[in-house]
Nanobody, 136 residues
Framework: HVQLVESGGGAVQAGGSLRLSCAASGNTLRSNCMGWFRQTQGDQRAGVAT??????????????YYVDSVKGRFTISRDNARNTVYLQMNSLKPEDTAIYYCAAANVPVVAIATMTRVLREMDFPDWGRGTQVTVS
């Protein structure tokens, strides 16, 4: 298994920024994709962004993917030496309020390239406990 620990959540005013961190340990070599998901009270967990660790590219040539609601505001990145994935969140809105979860997956490269398995919760067996983000 891969152990994931999120940090960096908190309360911020609309328009502000936060950077979430996700430290990975354990059998990290089995994962080629890291994702951030979020869940609001009463709703299902939804994908936010993904990062392909070994450079597998989506159909647009990028190794990262964002849902439309966060494009241009959020940036996912990874520090290889620290085995840590980050989610830089700028221009935060009240609707970004949620518990944010980090997850790890091993997604077939062909599925990445054809965009047939992107941010599917079922593909992510390893999850952190989440960190609360509140935007007012």
């Amino acid at each position: 298994h891969v152990q994931l620990v999120e940090s960096g959540g908190g309360a911020v005013q609309a328009g502000g920024s936060l950077r979430l961190s996700c430290a990975a340990s354990g059998n990290t070599l089995r994962s080629n994709c890291m994702g951030w998901f979020r869940q609001t009270q009463g709703d299902q967990r939804a994908g936010v962004a993904t990062y392909n660790i070994y450079g597998a590219q989506y159909s647009d040539g990028s190794n990262t993917y964002y849902v439309d609601s966060v494009k241009g505001r959020f940036t996912i990145s990874r520090d290889n030496a620290r085995n840590t994935v980050y989610l830089q969140m700028n221009s935060l809105k009240p609707e970004d309020t949620a518990i944010y979860y980090c997850a790890a997956a091993n997604v077939p490269v062909v599925a990445i390239a054809t965009m047939t398995r992107v941010l599917r919760e079922m593909d992510f067996p390893d999850w952190g406990r989440g960190t609360q983000v509140t935007v007012s």
